[in-house]
């Protein structure tokens, strides 16, 4: 029984050593996890805070560009090409104040900010456009025809100033005044008109124009492709092949 209790005894007495000094870390180590479990989940939730603050700031961004889309397409469609254009005029307005300010010519400085490359490229976009369309209808036609003649009026300032002495308040016709068989065409200008009809008729003649189809010409073809082929072929070796085809047709070829 001694023994028993002088053994016990010496587990519990410290160990001079420092053998006592587990018992201390065993006390220490779950403070620390503790410790080190706190602050994780600390960052935990100021990342999940992050987060939260992204998500919120992202749909307040999307929000805003719904909107300003839907604005966009509430607009007309010709919209952007407008308010550049009216940006380009508020610009164009502001350097013709600041050249009259400073007493310069407009025309001039704008002419001197262009370069040279740039002018010779506007110079040749202006030689390529072709304002004939081709014909869409007879309307447009028409009123092609009627720019094209106007253009070339060239008005006769000094015939009119004569007119005006002449006939004073009465060369402009208000609704009461009698017009007909008032004015005699000069032969200047019933020349001018024939010979623009006649320059009219022969620019007409030189249109091509669809050619009639002929009932009793032989069928060689299977569609209007095919009949063209033919046409140049026959054209370029008719001559050559004259002989062979008639053979072909009485049956007599070898």
């Given at each position: 029984m001694a023994a028993a209790v002088s053994a016990l005894g010496s587990l519990g007495t410290p160990d001079p050593d420092g053998g006592g000094s587990s018992g201390s870390e065993d006390?220490?180590?779950?403070?620390?996890?503790?410790?080190?479990?706190?602050?994780?989940?600390?960052?935990?939730?100021?990342k999940f805070r992050d987060l939260h603050m992204k998500?919120?700031?992202?749909?307040?961004?999307?929000?805003?560009?719904?909107?300003?889309?839907?604005k966009r397409l509430k607009l007309p469609p010709n919209w952007e090409a407008k308010k550049a254009r009216l940006e380009w005029e508020l610009k164009v307005e502001e350097k013709k104040k600041e050249c009259a300010a400073r007493g310069e010519d407009y025309e001039r400085v704008k002419l001197l900010e262009i370069s040279a490359e740039d002018a010779e490229r506007w110079?040749?976009?202006k030689k390529r456009k072709n304002p004939d369309l081709g014909f869409s209808d007879y309307a447009a036609a028409q009123l092609r025809q009627y720019q094209r003649l106007?253009?070339?009026?060239?008005?006769?300032?000094?015939?009119?100033?004569?007119?005006?002495?002449?006939?004073?308040?009465?060369?402009?016709p208000t609704s009461d005044s009698l017009l007909h068989g008032t004015h005699v065409p000069s032969k200047e200008g019933v020349d001018r008109m024939v010979a623009d009809?006649?320059?009219?008729?022969?620019?007409?003649?030189?249109?091509?124009?669809?050619?009639?189809?002929?009932d009793d010409a032989d069928i060689d073809?299977?569609?209007?492709?095919?009949?063209?082929?033919?046409?140049?072929?026959?054209?370029?070796?008719?001559?050559?092949?004259?002989?062979?085809?008639?053979?072909?047709?009485?049956?007599?070829?070898?």
């Open positions: 006390e220490a180590r779950p403070g620390t996890a503790a410790a080190a479990a706190a602050q994780k989940r600390e960052e935990r939730l100021r998500r919120n700031e992202a749909r307040k961004l999307n929000h805003q560009e719904v909107v300003e889309e839907d110079e040749r976009k106007t253009r070339q009026i060239k008005p006769d300032l000094e015939q009119y100033e004569r007119l005006k002495e002449q006939y004073g308040e009465a060369l402009y009809l006649e320059k009219q008729i022969e620019k007409r003649e030189k249109y091509s124009r669809r050619r009639p189809y002929n073809y299977i569609n209007e492709r095919n009949a063209k082929f033919n046409k140049k072929a026959e054209r370029f070796y008719g001559k050559y092949t004259a002989e062979i085809k008639q053979n072909l047709e009485r049956g007599t070829a070898v």
